[in-house]
């Protein structure tokens, strides 16, 4: 029984130690200060004999009905500026803004605004309009509109340094402050807008100008890409048309074609063949009669011009030989008969006998020399009287061969002698035209063709053995050459059609 009353009165004791301690303990809260009076204090950073003690962000002991605890808000606070003012200029303007504001941190700040606002705390804005309102006024006085419009950094600036000091003295201090507008009852700032606006209204209405203008280019440019594209399409539309309408006429005319191909192809091969053949043929009569006419011809010619040189180089040697042999008898019958000159001129005989005897030696040489030349001519001409037997056997083995030769390579002598029967023709009247001309020209060409018969009638007579009245039949055969139709002097043709 006695451990229960122990244990009731120290369970009543608890609780109310508990309630007394509840009583006297107190909190400040983050955005608060608690300003406790009531017994000295001595507070960190505050002079001694204070007469109240600070306490924020942490709890306290406080005697009740000893102590006093009352709380100082440390929230933000806010106020409007609407301040008139009038400028340097002496133009009246309307400020109107904002200020952010707070009790500060630390302890002195705390202090100076429990000493001014811990019973006024909703007179705070008011004070601090106040404040901020006359140095408002002072500094837009010293400005011109246009600094304050140009440059409210600056004025913002000069406000928040000339009240530093009255608000720290508040125990306040000023978060953010903010010109929202400057009002302009007697329209000053809009006169000075109204150059800048009319200039962007002219810029404004020159860039619409402009951007009307490149829009209308646009568009013309547009159009006109769309008729270049039209005129592109319909241009190649019609050569499509037209290579359809070739490729169909092409197709019909293919089978025509293809015939006239084939039938040109045959005519070609063909006309292939016969060149061809006449190649052939032209060949074989080279091989089988020119070449072998030609060969033997020029065998027997070089063998004669051969034989004939050697009878030569034989004769001009003989005659070397005695032209040497008789000026070798000149000089020595020049010289005895000089010796028998000196020695009768010794033995005293007359001059006229030594002139004589060198009249003679020189007589004897000169015969002698005459032999020689006599006896060389006569072996030139056996030379050439054997070159010229050689080529009429050859003309005797392929007459026609070498006759046609010969012919061929004086044909244009032939055909300018014919020609130059009608040189000294004056006058001449063809009365049937071309016919007549081609006729006369016949006539005159008949010539050669006669050349050509006596040749062969020549021929035909050397085989025969004939001699004809002209000299040898080699001669007349050599002589073919030379023949030369008669030239009247003067001509005059004249042809009648009936």
């Known amino acids: ?40 204090h001595r507070t960190e950073g505050l002079e001694e004999g204070m007469g109240f003690r ?12 000893v102590q006093a605890v009352r709380r100082l808000s440390l929230d933000l606070n806010e106020t409007e500026l609407h301040v008139d003012c009038v400028t340097h200029q002496g133009i009246p303007l309307k400020v109107r803004g904002v200020v952010i504001f707070k009790v500060g941190d630390d302890f002195v700040s705390i202090a100076n605004a429990a000493r001014r606002f811990l019973d006024q705390q909703r007179l705070m804005s008011e004070r601090v309009h106040n404040v901020f309102a006359g140095h408002l006024r002072s500094i837009v006085g010293g400005l011109t ?16 340094a000339a009240c530093g000091t009255e ?25 000075l807008a109204s150059p800048h606006a009319a200039a962007v209204q002219r810029d404004a209405r020159i860039a619409q100008a402009e951007a009307n203008r490149l829009a209308t280019e646009a568009e013309q440019q547009s159009f ?50 016969a060149e061809l053949e006449a190649h052939r043929r032209e060949q074989q009569l080279q091989a089988d009669v020119r070449k072998p006419a030609d060969a033997k011809a020029y065998e027997k010619r070089t063998l004669a011009e051969a034989e004939r040189d050697a009878r030569i180089s034989a004769a001009q040697a003989n005659a070397k030989e005695t032209e040497l042999a008789a000026a070798a008898e000149a000089t020595r019958v020049k010289t005895a008969a000089g010796a028998e ?10 001059a006229a006998q030594a002139t004589r005897a060198t009249g003679e030696a020189e007589a004897a040489a000169a015969q002698a020399k005459g032999l020689a030349e006599a006896e060389a001519i006569r072996a030139q001409g056996l030379a050439e009287a054997e070159a010229i037997k050689a080529r009429a056997a050859a003309l005797a083995e ?33 009365l049937n035209g071309a016919d007549g001309m081609g006729d006369v020209f016949a006539k005159a060409l008949t010539m050669g063709g006669t050349g050509l018969g006596l040749a062969r009638r020549l021929l035909s007579s050397m085989n025969g053995e004939v001699t004809p009245a002209n000299g040898t039949p080699a001669q007349a055969a050599a002589g073919l050459n030379g023949v030369t139709p008669p030239r009247p002097e003067k001509v005059t043709v004249e042809k009648d059609e009936g």
């Open 398 to 430: 392929n007459q026609e061969a070498v006759v046609a030769q010969q012919l061929a390579e004086k044909w244009p002598e032939i055909v300018q002698a014919g020609a130059s029967a009608f040189g000294n023709v004056d006058n001449m009247v063809l």
């Open 224 to 273: 006109a890409r769309m008729a270049e594209a039209t005129r592109d399409s319909e241009i190649l539309q019609a050569g499509y048309q037209a290579e359809r309408d070739k490729a169909a006429a092409k197709a019909r005319q293919a089978g025509p074609l293809a015939d006239a191909a084939a039938r040109q192809e045959v005519v070609v091969q063909e006309t292939r063949v």
């Open 341 to 350: 000159a000196e020695a009768t001129k010794t033995r005293g005989s007359a």
């Open 1 to 40: 029984m006695v451990i229960g009353v122990v244990a009731g009165t120290v369970v009543l004791a608890l609780a109310f130690v508990v309630v007394v301690f509840k009583l006297m303990w107190r909190v400040a809260e983050p955005n608060e200060a608690l300003i406790i009076s009531g017994s000295k």
């Open 167 to 191: 608000m720290e003295k508040l125990g306040l201090i000023v978060d953010s402050l903010q010109i929202h507008e400057i009002e302009d009852p007697t329209g000053y700032i809009r006169n």
């Open 145 to 160: 509109v246009e600094d304050m419009i140009r440059d409210r950094e600056k004025l913002t600036g000069q406000t928040r």
């Open 54 to 65: 600070i306490v924020t962000g942490r709890g306290t002991l406080v005697l009740p009905g």
